[in-house]
DNA sequence: AAATAGCTTGCGACTGATTCTCATTTGAGG
DNA sequence: CCTCAAATGAGAATCAGTCGCAAGCTATTT
């Protein structure tokens, strides 16, 4: 059993509730998706590996994968329904242009200690750090001082 | 003219649009408001001003202030449609609480300069700088323990 | 293994948010 | 004032996400 099976079990023991066949496909249609997803291509994912699961059983387990911790909400503003799941990927800040959308990365090395040192003070318990910064691009800057 | 008026005026004017009646109430409505909106509040907000303009032009005048640099959509995850104005208030960052929702928020004085730094390598011009952490909050990660 | 109780699921109806259509109005320029 | 493109209001249409209920599982008890 993988480790965030397990975890989702825990969980939903927990909870009273039960890791059923169609939730623990659900788990690994997530798992196997390394990109952001909804509800709609998770569905599409398990449809494609046969696996007969209802829309409406995709859209009530997300909040249960949400509340164990193995997503989140896509941290890409103004996208909706989007998830990720939780991943040990390397820590990232994203530069997200307001105007034309496109999105830049940069490694987290300089700033993570600093978070680090903040969540022990907080006793926080950090999962996943996710640094966005909003503005122009360089050619968004170029085309508003060009009037378009 | 206030300065954010003229900013979309400029805007508009780069499209074949007019800076209307309407679009100047809305406008004014946004810089009224110091907390997220949607739509639909900020409908209301003109509604209580007497000012007469439908909920499908707040639609579509949303969209154009993206555009134009003066809102951005809520950094905030799982807010669909909420938008903030862009205005100078003090960088912070959110510790977010996957479990139960909770937000506490930290100031960002020794993250800003590593990312001001990388601002100016990517050539980006910086509005707003969100940083948000996800995990647990001390409190969930005792009931965790507890197993609820 | 059958009986039971409670959790889960699929289906389709439903809701609320957002977008679209189109007839009418408004605004800038001549 | 005239004209034409752009903007607006009203309501229909669409779309994502949720809900209610009857039927299906699962774990547990006899």
Redesign the interface.
């Known amino acids: 059993m993988e480790d965030y099976t397990k975890l989702f079990d825990?969980y939903l023991?927990?909870?009273k509730m039960k890791l059923t066949a169609s939730r623990r496909l659900i788990l690994e249609a997530v798992f196997s998706l390394h990109e952001h997803f909804d509800a709609e291509q998770l569905h599409q994912v398990l449809r494609s590996a046969s696996q007969d699961i209802s829309l409406a059983t995709v859209y009530r387990t997300l909040p249960l994968l949400?509340?164990a911790?193995l997503i989140?909400?896509?941290?890409r503003?103004?996208t909706?329904?989007m998830y990720e799941h939780i991943w040990g990927h390397p820590r990232h800040?994203h530069?997200v242009c307001?105007?034309c959308g496109a999105v830049?990365e940069?490694p987290l090395d300089?700033?993570d200690p600093?978070?680090a040192r903040?969540?022990r003070n907080?006793?926080?318990?950090?999962?996943?750090?996710?640094?966005?910064?909003?503005?122009?691009?360089?050619k968004c800057?170029n085309s508003?001082n060009d009037?378009?």
């Open positions: 825990t023991n927990s909870r949400l509340q911790g989140q909400p896509s941290p503003p103004g909706r329904g800040a530069w307001v105007r830049q940069t300089s700033v600093i978070l903040e969540a907080l006793k926080f318990e950090t999962q996943e750090t996710s640094v966005e910064v909003k503005g122009l691009c360089w800057q508003a009037s378009q």
